[in-house]
């Protein structure tokens, strides 16, 4: 079994910060890209950062410059720092992990269970 745990969403001003962790845990070989992704009301789900287990990042054009990934690889956790948050980021924040558990089988997405971030105007 494998689960991701998510927490760290929350309610925030517009203009405040806000930290997501994810920890991937259970029977795991090797993680390869860890990502978080949300999805408001309304809307479809979608990417707002990525990394690789190499360090390379990856971030939707409408959180530049006010988010960062980063990733433990020791831990299997990823983070998303929130800054310069704004009521449009309002959503419900996902983490994901493509990883293995044994060499026998393939690489799969897993994702957590959700966490609401809500930023109010």
């Known amino acids: 079994q494998v689960q991701l745990v998510e927490s760290g969403g929350g309610l925030v001003q517009a203009g405040g910060s806000l930290r997501l962790s994810c920890a991937a845990s259970?029977?795991?070989?090797?993680?390869?890209?860890m990502g978080w992704y949300r999805q408001g009301p309304g809307n479809k789900r979608e990417l707002v950062a990525a990394?690789?287990?190499?360090?390379?990042?990856n971030y939707a054009d409408s959180v530049k410059g006010r988010f960062t990934i980063s990733r433990d690889n020791a831990k299997n956790t990823v983070y998303l720092q929130m800054n310069s948050l704004k009521p449009e980021d309002t959503a419900v924040y996902y983490c994901?992990?493509?990883?293995?558990?044994?060499?026998?089988?393939?690489?799969?997405?897993?994702w957590g269970q959700g966490t609401q971030v809500t930023v109010s105007s």
């Open positions: 259970g029977s795991i070989l090797s993680v390869n890209a």
């Open positions: 994901n992990a493509n990883l293995r558990r044994t060499y026998s089988l393939g690489w799969y997405d897993y």
């Open positions: 990394i690789t287990s190499g360090g390379s990042t």
